[in-house]
């Protein structure tokens, strides 16, 4: 692997049900910087995102974090690995019958990182972080859409992640809270350190934030490079696309 890269998918496949979804793709990510992979509904986005993120194993080709494939690890070493990463679902993934709180202490204690003081303390810093501290107590069915991300994002940033990878971030939030979603994603990655990828269908966040674009189509990465380049792209398929998503949200 190119010491260059922190994550490298190489010769990615995957197909369900004998449909295939990702064919022989290549992808790779710099450390440090924030990744937008943009595609339209049902391109694999986030079939990409849970293989990088060691939540399925391909049918074919491999992936690298540093230089460890995750494909070689034993599931024990891979459970140790994916501590590494801290994850964003789309509709946040929050216990209902926790509270706040105990949805973002549940790793800690789960993998005894942290005693009862330590984690409650963990847990009102990272709510902090992302402006959150009031819902601590709060039950998720009592939080707006916008809540519930930041709260998922706090509980990928309880555990100290090298790697943050968003699905979906600003799906079913309204334009302000669009934007201060992505004010928080790149804040998190400038605070932090951290390398972030994203993938979304909302060609605005993919702009706003993006140090590079990748583009998901056919299977594969059709186009990859930074928002300006992207964006005098002369490829039909990406002129189209942004053209297509202009025009939704016009």
Same mark, same amino acid.
């Given at each position: 692997?190119?010491?260059?890269w922190l994550?490298?998918?190489?010769?990615?496949?995957?197909?369900?049900?004998?449909i295939?979804v990702l064919a022989?793709?290549d992808?790779?990510?710099?450390?440090?910087?924030?990744?937008?992979?943009?595609?339209?509904?049902?391109?694999?986005?986030?079939?990409l995102?849970?293989?990088m993120?060691?939540?399925i194993?391909?049918d074919?080709?491999? =992936?690298?974090?540093?230089? $460890?494939?995750?494909?070689?690890? !034993?599931?024990a070493k891979l459970?140790?690995?994916?501590?590494?990463?801290?994850?964003?679902?789309?509709?946040?993934a929050l216990?209902?019958?926790m509270?706040?709180?105990?949805? =973002?202490?549940?790793a800690?204690?789960?993998?005894?990182?942290?005693?009862?003081?330590?984690?409650?303390q =963990? $847990?009102r810093d990272?709510?902090d972080e992302v402006?959150?501290?009031e819902?601590?107590?709060?039950?998720?069915?009592?939080l707006s859409?916008?809540?519930?991300?930041?709260?998922?994002?706090a509980?990928?940033?309880?555990?100290e992640?090298e790697v943050i990878?968003?699905?979906e971030?600003?799906t079913?939030?309204?334009?302000?809270m669009?934007e201060?979603i992505?004010?928080?994603?790149?804040?998190?990655?400038?605070?932090?350190?951290v390398?972030?990828?994203?993938?979304?269908?909302?060609v605005?966040?993919?702009f706003?934030?993006?140090?590079? =674009?990748?583009m998901?189509?056919?299977?594969?990465?059709?186009?990859?490079?930074?928002?300006? &380049?992207?964006?005098? !792209?002369?490829?039909?398929?990406? &002129?189209?696309?942004?053209?297509?998503?202009?025009?939704?949200?016009?």
């Open positions: 692997m190119d010491a260059d994550i490298s998918v190489q010769g990615l496949r995957k197909e369900f049900h004998g295939p022989n793709l992808l790779n990510v710099k450390e440090g910087e924030v990744l937008a992979v943009m595609g339209s509904s049902g391109a694999g986005k986030s079939v995102l849970k293989h993120a060691g939540l194993s391909p074919a080709g491999n =992936i690298f974090f540093k230089d $460890v494939d995750l494909g070689s690890l !034993s599931e459970n140790e690995l994916r501590m590494r990463f801290g994850l964003v679902f789309q509709f946040g216990f209902n019958s509270t706040v709180g105990e949805n =973002i202490s549940l800690l204690r789960y993998h005894s990182l942290a005693d009862e003081t330590e984690a409650e =963990i $847990v990272r709510l402006d959150l501290l819902a601590i107590d709060k039950l998720p069915g009592e859409g916008g809540m519930k991300k930041r709260a998922s994002l509980r990928a940033l309880a555990m992640p990878y968003y699905d971030p600003t079913g939030l309204d334009p302000v669009c201060n992505e004010m928080l994603i790149r804040d998190t990655n400038q605070r932090r350190g390398t972030s990828v994203v993938v979304t269908h909302d605005a966040l993919a706003e934030i993006g140090t590079r =674009i990748a998901l189509h056919g299977g594969k990465i059709h186009e990859i490079g930074t928002p300006e &380049r992207f964006a005098q !792209s002369q490829s039909d398929t990406v &002129r189209q696309f942004l053209k297509r998503a202009k025009r939704l949200t016009s």
